[in-house]
């Protein structure tokens, strides 16, 4: 199993990365994708699978696909050839470094435990069951967030009316 | 002295005070309710005469069995632990000078209609005169030096103002000034007697059932002690009270003012400046009689202040009498000639008492009003003229002017049967039989010549010869102040309402006398309390004197006449006299020149000190006030520069490191989220740190 | 080091990755996207700890993760929209452009 999670965590990392760092937005996009599908590829191999699914059906087919479209709607006007990070770049960086530093320095530090468990199973029918039954109320106000968020995104995108004078 | 509960006694005070209530009602009035103001005066006065007369009959129906002196004190404010009292008092002595001023007052206010009908300032005129008179008349029932003095005051004042009714003439209005500085010098000495006299004694009522202060318990104690030069404290304060008689009657040498006080209309002249207030002085002495004559019982000889009195009297007399001889304003000689005549009077006190004094006071106000009233109506005549030279031949234009004023004439010069004569000549005699010198008498007697003399000369010039006038010459074209402007035409008789005074005036100079004759001295009596008694051995012993004195009268007229009678033609032709003995005729016509005396020595003076004073007040009180001045602008300025630099500064500096601090910080809030997010990062960085530190073991 | 703590750093990792592009990048939708990141990174800590945690079989990371899924997605929508709405008042995504709340 490690050698397939290294290869997965290069595959993330590295894509990752490079959504982060690519001049043009579209190919962030792009390398954003492949790095979310090596997310879902871990989940898969933790062993979460229907999280696993659900994150290419979600992440990949549906907000990457809209981060490209917004992509595409609002840079029609500016040149795909700007500088790629802002001015201070150096001070974003060091910051995120510092908090890799800390969380790292925080896990490292911990007692890390040896046995090695066994995989759970876990069906859909049961993560359905647990929604039902124990989630039931996080799973109703989620509905409401859903259609609060589609209701205000609907409004926010509107084009605003033109006023007659 | 008992204080009596007649009404005439209890009410006395109402002589002065309507004369005083139409006054100032008067002065309410419009100037064109001429009538009225007349009519107010005239009235209040002739009520007050009825009044006069009331109490005239009263004090002769008390008899003369003891002294009569009615007395109404009244407390008027609380000084200290005494109480200070006013009050008016009836005797002899008031009740004859009240019907004096009530009635010559009333004569000069009739004639005073017809004399100032042309004048617009009619109404102002009344308003003084009623006040003037109202303040003689104070003067004369106050039983009080204090109230006396008040009165006194408020006569000057009125004097002043009537001086100067025609206040825009400059000399006029210098003519009134004049007047009130010398008698208010004179008043200096009167205020200090007064005090001297108040501390001595306590009191400054003259008559307090035994109390007063000219009372027998105060004088003896006044006599008793002495003070500088060796002289009782009565006589120092009789001379100190003298100086403000001096002042108000025209003595040698505060007599400066009386003849520059013919600037007035001729019947303040009359009314003033020889009835009345100039009598006042007179009358003054003649009321603290007592104080001067007091005397520790084993003197012999008379106190001093009476010689000082006599004295000056005598060097008055002559002095008026030789300076009226050189004078060629109507006016002046008689101004000049009541100086001297005030002399007389103060001889008349001073060797002889009260009576000799006041029996030539009163006949002397009679004529003297009588001639001022008639060349009074000569220069209405005559529209405005006042120089002789420019009159003459006037008996066939005023027959009845030159009527009255003969007898006036006669009278002043003591033509026997005349009033003058009898009260002249209780003057010579008493003069003559003054122990102490009998130099006053011999001025005396000189004085009487030349008033014999200098009336004729006036006689002359006014009335007879013939008219010397230009046809063309008449008053000052631009002078609409002076007596007359009514046209320039011949001149005429006065109006009746004028001549009728005058007729009246005449008849007392010529019959007044009588009541004084040696034969049967009833005003003598009655003035001490006496009953007279008709005999003519008095009259035998007095004979000799009257003998000289008319002839001495006769002599003047003598002179007169050779001098005068017929030699007078031109107006321009010098004065006989004049070219006789021109140094002296110069001397006299400058009254001694004692005008300019006083004006190189007391008025220099006053010049140099008042120079003195504005430098003084310039320099040092200015600078003073200027150095004040000028700390508190540098203590402005401080404050202004503290406030400025310092308080503002500093606020100001604070605001700006405020708002320079708020700047600085602002730019944190740069709008940017992501410099927000790197510090939430940041922060979360320190807080996990310290968390973390915190928690390792 | 366990297969727990190689997650819990992977996770760290791609969290100040995320973090790194949120704090640089110029463009809004980038940004955004740096945020979704990190949200991923939070839902791998969450499985991983579910797979070597103590109670697997309450599948308390499995629920957190769906619905930090869920949210994730709502909020990249409203986002988007935002970003469009602004774009559309200023023509512009630049980040740095934004700065009207300055002061």
Redesign the interface.
């Given at each position: 199993?490690?050698v397939f999670?290294l290869i997965l965590?290069a595959l993330?990392?590295v894509g990752?990365?490079a959504?982060?760092?690519l001049r043009s937005?579209i190919h962030?996009?792009l390398a954003?994708t492949i790095?979310?599908v090596g997310?879902a590829a871990?989940?898969l191999l933790?062993?979460?699978q229907?999280?696993g699914f659900?994150?290419i059906l979600?992440?990949v087919g549906?907000?990457a696909i809209?981060?490209v479209f917004?992509?595409m709607?609002?840079?029609g006007?500016?040149a795909p050839t700007?500088?790629?990070?802002?001015?201070?770049?150096l001070?974003?960086?060091s910051?995120?470094?510092a908090?890799?530093a800390v969380?790292?320095w925080a896990?490292?530090s911990?007692a890390?435990?040896?046995t090695?468990?066994p995989?759970?199973e876990?069906s859909v029918n049961?993560?359905g069951a647990?929604?039902m039954h124990?989630?039931v109320l996080?799973l109703e106000i989620?509905g409401l967030?859903?259609t609060a968020?589609?209701i205000?995104?609907?409004?926010?995108?509107m084009?605003?009316k033109k006023e007659t004078l | 002295m008992a204080a009596s509960t007649d009404w005439i006694v209890q009410n006395l005070w109402l002589i002065p005070a309507l004369p005083l209530l139409a006054g100032g009602a008067i002065s309410l009035a419009k100037q064109r309710h001429r009538a009225l103001a007349a009519s107010l005066a005239i009235a209040s006065m002739a009520i007050s005469f009825l009044l006069s007369l009331l109490a005239f009959i009263h004090v002769l129906s008390l008899g003369h069995a003891e002294t009569v002196k009615q007395t109404v004190n009244i407390n008027w404010f609380q000084f200290g632990n005494e109480w200070v009292k006013l009050g008016w008092l009836l005797d002899p002595l008031t009740a004859v000078m009240l019907l004096m001023v009530t009635f010559v007052g009333l004569l000069i206010f009739i004639y005073s209609v017809g004399y100032m009908a042309e004048d617009e300032n009619f109404t102002r005129f009344f308003c003084f005169l009623a006040l003037f008179a109202g303040a003689m008349l104070g003067v004369v029932i106050a039983n009080s030096l204090l109230l006396l003095f008040m009165f006194w005051e408020i006569m000057g004042l009125t004097s002043y103002l009537l001086i100067g009714f025609w206040y825009a003439k400059p000399i006029a209005a210098a003519a009134a000034k004049k007047a009130f500085i010398v008698t208010r010098i004179g008043d200096l000495g009167f205020f200090l007697g007064m005090a001297w006299l108040y501390s001595q004694t306590g009191t400054l009522l003259f008559y307090d059932n035994g109390a007063g202060c000219i009372e027998h318990s105060a004088l003896t104690a006044l006599v008793t002690h002495t003070t500088i030069f060796g002289l009782t404290v009565s006589t120092g304060i009789a001379l100190l009270i003298f100086c403000g008689a001096a002042g108000k009657s025209g003595q040698v040498p505060l007599h400066v003012w009386l003849p520059d006080a013919m600037e007035g209309p001729t019947p303040v002249s009359a009314l003033i400046h020889a009835a009345t207030m100039v009598a006042a002085g007179v009358f003054l002495i003649a009321r603290i009689y007592p104080l001067m004559s007091a005397h520790i019982p084993s003197l012999l000889t008379p106190t001093i202040a009476l010689q000082v009195v006599t004295w000056v009297g005598a060097i008055t007399a002559l002095f008026g009498s030789c300076v009226a001889v050189a004078q060629f304003d109507i006016k002046r000689i008689l101004a000049y000639s009541t100086v001297s005549q005030l002399g007389y009077m103060m001889i008349g006190l001073g060797v002889g008492g009260v009576s000799v004094g006041m029996f030539h006071l009163i006949t002397h106000a009679f004529f003297k009003a009588l001639l001022f009233l008639g060349a009074g109506s000569v220069i209405h005549g005559c529209s405005g003229e006042q120089d002789i030279r420019h009159m003459g031949g006037l008996k066939k234009y005023m027959p009845v002017t030159l009527l009255a004023y003969s007898a006036g004439m006669l009278a002043l010069c003591g033509v026997p049967f005349f009033a003058g004569f009898w009260s002249k000549d209780e003057v010579l005699h008493s003069a003559f039989a003054w122990s102490v010198s009998s130099i006053p008498f011999y001025m005396a007697a000189v004085a009487a010549l030349l008033t014999a003399f200098y009336m004729t000369r006036q006689m002359f010039y006014v009335f007879f010869g013939d008219t010397h006038r230009p046809a063309h010459h008449f008053a000052p074209v631009d002078d609409k102040f002076s007596e007359e402007s009514h046209g320039h035409h011949a001149p005429h008789e006065s109006p009746r309402v004028m001549t009728t005074p005058l007729l009246i005036l005449a008849t007392f100079a010529v019959f007044l006398g009588f009541m004084g004759a040696p034969f049967w001295p009833w005003f003598q009596s009655f003035l001490d309390g006496e009953q007279p008694v008709l005999s003519f051995a008095p009259l035998a012993a007095a004979l000799p004197l009257m003998v000289v004195s008319t002839g001495l009268v006769l002599l003047g007229l003598g002179l007169g006449w050779k001098l005068y009678a017929g030699k007078i033609k031109l107006a321009s032709q010098p004065d006989p006299l004049q070219q006789l003995q021109p140094r002296i005729f110069s001397i006299l016509s400058h009254a001694f020149y004692v005008d300019r005396m006083y004006a190189m020595t007391i008025i220099r003076l006053n010049t140099v000190f008042a120079h003195l004073s504005n430098w003084f007040d310039r320099w040092i009180f200015n600078g003073v006030v200027q150095c004040v001045s000028y700390l508190v602008l540098g203590l402005a300025w401080l404050d202004n520069f503290v406030d400025t630099f310092v308080v503002n500064g500093g606020f100001d500096e604070g605001c700006a490191a405020v708002s320079h601090g708020g700047r600085t910080l602002?730019l944190l809030?740069?709008?940017?989220?992501?410099s927000y997010?790197?510090t939430i990062?940041l922060a979360l960085i320190v807080l996990a740190i310290l968390m973390f530190w915190g928690v390792k073991p | 080091?366990?297969?727990?703590?190689?997650?819990?750093?992977?996770s760290?990792?791609?969290?100040?990755?995320?973090?790194?592009?949120?704090?640089?990048?110029?463009?809004a939708?980038?940004?955004?996207?740096?945020i979704?990141?990190m949200l991923?990174a939070a839902?791998?800590n969450f499985?991983?700890f579910?797979?070597?945690g103590a109670n697997?079989?309450a599948?308390t990371?499995?629920?957190f993760?769906?619905?930090s899924?869920?949210?994730?997605?709502?909020?990249?929508?409203?986002g988007?929209?935002?970003?469009?709405?602004v774009?559309?008042h200023t023509?512009?995504?630049?980040?740095?452009q934004?700065?009207?709340?300055?002061?």
């Open positions: 199993m490690n999670f965590a993330t990392i990752t990365a959504a982060m760092a937005a962030c996009i954003l790095g979310l997310l871990l989940y933790l062993g979460a229907f999280v659900t994150q979600v992440y549906a907000v809209l981060a917004a992509i709607m609002t840079q006007a500016s700007q500088p790629i990070l802002s001015s201070s770049w001070t974003g960086v910051v995120a470094v908090i890799f969380l790292a896990i490292h911990t890390s435990t040896q090695s468990l995989q759970p876990v049961q993560i647990a929604l124990q989630f996080p989620m967030l859903l968020a589609l205000g995104a609907v409004i926010l995108a084009p605003e | 602002s809030q740069s709008g940017r989220i992501q997010l790197r990062g | 080091m366990s297969p727990l703590n190689g997650y819990l750093l992977l760290a990792l791609l969290f100040s990755i995320g973090l790194a592009g949120a704090l640089t990048r110029r463009n939708i980038l940004v955004l996207i740096g979704e990141l991923n839902n791998l499985i991983a579910w797979r070597y697997p079989a599948l990371g499995i629920m993760t769906i619905f899924i869920s949210i994730a997605a709502a909020e990249a929508a409203v988007l929209g935002i970003i469009l709405a774009y559309r023509r512009s995504t630049d980040l740095d934004m700065s009207s709340m300055k002061g």
